[in-house]
C-alpha cells in the first residue's frame, strides 16, 4: 500500500463504533428538546394522519355491505353511495391540509436542528487545539461539516418522522383488523418474525457498507481539497494524469460501496415482496371459506385485503427507512467522535493574568515533542481518545530544555537551522500547544494558567505566508470587530494607504479567497496593519519577509519598525540581514539555545551564528554571479 493510502487509512473502514443504534438516537434526539412543542404538535399531526389514512378500506366495506350487496332499494343504495363518497372526499381534503401542516413544521424543526448541530460542530472545532488538524485533513473534517450533517437532516426530516407515522399507521390498521376478524388478523401478523428477522440481517450488512460509505465520501473530499487548493503544484509538475488515476481510484472505491447497498436492496425488497405477497395469497384462501360460510362478509374480506397491503407496505417501507436510518448513524458516530473529542488546551476554572500584558517572557526549561503519526496502528482518525497525555504516544523532540528571558519591550531575535524548533516557540507562547515539561510565563503567569482568548489578545502574529479571507480588506484588516480605533493610523504607518488608493473600492474592496488580488507583499503589509491596529504588547514576526524580493523586503522594513516600536517583540528569521538591528539573538540548535548575544558579539564570538551568517553571504554571492 502506498504511502498516500497508509494517510487516509487513518479512517478505517472497520473503526470502532461509538455507541450502540439506541445510545446514538437518543443522543441525536437530544437536540429535539428545544422544539419540544413542535414536536408534540407534529406527533399529534401525524397520529391524525394515520387515523384518517384508515378510513379507505372501511368506506369501500360500507360501500360493498350495504350500497352494493344489500337488500335495499336502489334510491337507498344510491343515497349511501353519495354519502360515502362525500365522506371519502372530505378525509382526502382534511388529510391533504393536514399532512401539509405537519411537512411545514417538520422542515423547519428539522432545519433548525441541524442549525444547531452544525454551529455547535463549527464551535467545537475552533475550540480544538492543532493536534486535531494536524492529524485530520481539511476535507476530511469538512464532510463532518457538511455531507454527514446531511445525512443527518435527512433521518430528521424524513426517517424519524416517516417511521413514527408507519408505527402509527400500522398500530391503527393492526387495530381495526382484529376488530373486524381476530381469526384474519392472525394469520396476516403471521409472517411478522420472517419480516423482523429479515430486517435484522440485511440492517447488519447495510450499516458495514453505510460506515464505508461515509469514510470514501471523507476520503474524495479530503483529495479534491488538498489537490485543488494544490493545482498550481499539480500543473507546474505535469502530474494531471497521475492524480487523475488516484482519484479514478477513490471514486471507485467510492462507487462500489455504494453498491454494497444496492445489493443488499435488490435482495430485502424482492424477499419482503414475496413474504408479503404469500400472506395475501393466505389471506384471500382463508377469507373465501369464511364467506362462503358466511363467518364474514364479503366487504370485510375486501377491506382485510386492504389493510394488509398497507399492513406490508410500511414494513417495506421501513427498509427505505433503515437506508436512511443507518447512513445517519454511520454519520452520527463520526460527528459525535469529532464532538467527544477534549481539546488538549485546558482552560482552567479562575484563569489568570491582565487584560493588557506588560510584555515580559520566559521560556523555563521547556521541553515539547510532536506526536508521531507512523505508530498510530492506521487509527489517527479516532478522537474519541482526547488526545491527553493519559495514553502515552511517541513523540518527535523538537524543543529539549529550552530557558530564555524576553524583557519587556525588548526585541528578540530567533535563529537557527531548519528544524531548530524556532517556529514551535511561537506555537507555544500562544497555546497553539501546551508544553509537556517545563513552564512558559507570561508577565510572570504560567500560560496554561490563561484563558486562550485572553493570551493570544495579547500576542499579535505576522506569518511568512499571511492568511487572507474572503470578504472586504476592511473585514481583514479588523477580522470582524467593530471597536478597531486605530485603524486608519497603522494603515498610514505601515505603508498600506498607497496599496488601498489603487484598488477600485479602496478599503472595501472584496478579496477572494486568499487574496488573491493583492500581491505577496501587498499582502504582508495588510498582515502588518492588521496587528498594528490590534496594538498587542507582545508582537511575534515569524519568517514575515521570507518569501518576499529584496526590493519588497527594503519597503516593508519601515513597516516593520513601525510595528515593533514600543512593544516586545520576537522576529524569527532564516534571512540573518533582518536580524541584525535586534537587541538580543537567541541561536538554537536540536532545540536547545546554542549561544545569544548583539550581531556583533555573536560575529566575535566565531560561532554557530557566524557560520551561518558566512553560509548565507557564500550563497548570496554565488547567486549574484
Known amino acids: 500500500m502506498t504511502a498516500y493510502n497508509d494517510i487516509f487509512e487513518q479512517e478505517h473502514e472497520d473503526q470502532k463504533a461509538t455507541g450502540s443504534d439506541a ?35 372501511w368506506l369501500v366495506k360500507l360501500t360493498i355491505d350495504r350500497a352494493l350487496t344489500s337488500d335495499a332499494s336502489n334510491a337507498e343504495r344510491l343515497t349511501m353511495l353519495l354519502r360515502i363518497t362525500g365522506i371519502y372526499i372530505g378525509v382526502l381534503v382534511v388529510t391533504a391540509g393536514v399532512h401539509y401542516a405537519q411537512i411545514m413544521m417538520l422542515q423547519t424543526t428539522g432545519q433548525r436542528v441541524m442549525f444547531d448541530l452544525r454551529r455547535q460542530l463549527f464551535r467545537h472545532l475552533l475550540r480544538q487545539d492543532m493536534t486535531l488538524f494536524d492529524r485530520q485533513p481539511v476535507g476530511r473534517l469538512m464532510t463532518r ?36 376478524d381476530w381469526r384474519l388478523a392472525l394469520l396476516s401478523f403471521s409472517i411478522i418474525p420472517c419480516l423482523f428477522l429479515l430486517s435484522m440481517v440485511f440492517r447488519s450488512r447495510v450499516r458495514r457498507a453505510f460506515r464505508k460509505i ?22 507546474s509538475f505535469g502530474q494531471e494524469p497521475r492524480r487523475l488515476r488516484r482519484f479514478d481510484q477513490l471514486n471507485e472505491d467510492h462507487t462500489n460501496a455504494h453498491l454494497e447497498t444496492v445489493a443488499a436492496f435488490s435482495v430485502f425488497f424482492p424477499a419482503v415482496e414475496v413474504l408479503s405477497t404469500a400472506a395475501v395469497t393466505l389471506l384471500l384462501w382463508k377469507g373465501a371459506g369464511l364467506v362462503a360460510s358466511e363467518a364474514i362478509t364479503l366487504g370485510t374480506l375486501v377491506a382485510f385485503v386492504q389493510y394488509a397491503q398497507r399492513f406490508y407496505r410500511p414494513i417495506s417501507d421501513l ?11 454511520a454519520a452520527s458516530e463520526r460527528i459525535f467522535e469529532l464532538l467527544d473529542r477534549q481539546p488538549n488546551i485546558r482552560t482552567v476554572a479562575e484563569p489568570k493574568g491582565s487584560d493588557r500584558v506588560r510584555g515580559e517572557v ?14 498510530d496502528g492506521g487509527n489517527n482518525d479516532s478522537m474519541a481518545n482526547n488526545g491527553s497525555d493519559d495514553e502515552p504516544r511517541e513523540r518527535k523532540i523538537v524543543l529539549d530544555g529550552l530557558s530564555f528571558r524576553v524583557e519587556a519591550g525588548e526585541r528578540i531575535a530567533i535563529v537557527g ?35 486562550p482568548r485572553g493570551l493570544r489578545h495579547n500576542i499579535g502574529v505576522v506569518l511568512q505566508d499571511p492568511r487572507l479571507f474572503s470578504g472586504t480588506l476592511r473585514e481583514n484588516l479588523t477580522l470582524w470587530r467593530d471597536n478597531v480605533d486605530k485603524l486608519d493610523d497603522a494603515i498610514e504607518r505601515v505603508g498600506l494607504d498607497s496599496v488601498i488608493a489603487g484598488l477600485p473600492d479602496g478599503i472595501d474592496e472584496v478579496m477572494r479567497e486568499g487574496g488573491s488580488r493583492l500581491s505577496t ?18 508582537l511575534v514576526l515569524d519568517e514575515a519577509t521570507a518569501s518576499v524580493d529584496s526590493e519588497t523586503e527594503a519597503r516593508i522594513q519601515a513597516a516593520i519598525e513601525e510595528l515593533l516600536r514600543g512593544r516586545t517583540s520576537i522576529t524569527i528569521a532564516h534571512r540573518l540581514s533582518t536580524v541584525r ?15 545569544q548575544g548583539t550581531h556583533r558579539e555573536l560575529m566575535d564570538h566565531d560561532g554557530l551564528y557566524r557560520r551561518l551568517v558566512d553560509m548565507q553571504l557564500k550563497s548570496a554571492s554565488v547567486d549574484a554571479s
Open 23 to 57: 445510545h446514538l438516537l437518543r443522543r441525536l434526539m437530544g437536540y429535539l428538546r428545544p422544539y419540544m412543542p413542535q414536536v408534540v404538535v407534529i406527533l399529534l399531526l401525524l397520529v391524525i394522519v394515520s387515523a384518517l389514512g384508515i378510513a379507505g378500506p
Open 145 to 180: 461539516l457538511t455531507s454527514d450533517i446531511d445525512a443527518l437532516n435527512e433521518l430528521f426530516t424524513s426517517g424519524v418522522v416517516t417511521v413514527a407515522m408507519d408505527v402509527f399507521t400500522l398500530v391503527f390498521i393492526m387495530g381495526a383488523m382484529v376488530w373486524m
Open 214 to 235: 461515509r469514510v470514501r465520501v471523507a476520503r474524495i473530499n479530503s483529495f479534491l481539497q488538498e489537490h485543488l487548493a494544490g493545482i498550481s503544484v499539480v500543473q
Open 319 to 329: 427498509a427505505e427507512k433503515v437506508n436512511i436510518l443507518q447512513g445517519a448513524m
Open 362 to 375: 520566559v521560556f523555563d526549561n521547556v521541553r515539547f515533542g510532536y506526536e508521531a503519526t507512523s505508530n
Open 417 to 451: 537551522s531548519t528544524g531548530a524548533g524556532k517556529t514551535t516557540v511561537i506555537s507555544l507562547m500562544t497555546r497553539f500547544y501546551d508544553v509537556q515539561e517545563g513552564r512558559i510565563l507570561v508577565d510572570g503567569v504560567d500560560v496554561r494558567e490563561w484563558e
Open 521 to 538: 507583499g501587498e499582502r504582508q503589509l495588510v498582515a502588518f496593519a492588521r496587528a498594528l491596529a490590534h496594538d498587542p504588547p507582545i
Open 581 to 595: 538591528n535586534a537587541d538580543r539573538i537567541l541561536v538554537l540548535h536540536k532545540g536547545r539555545l546554542h549561544e
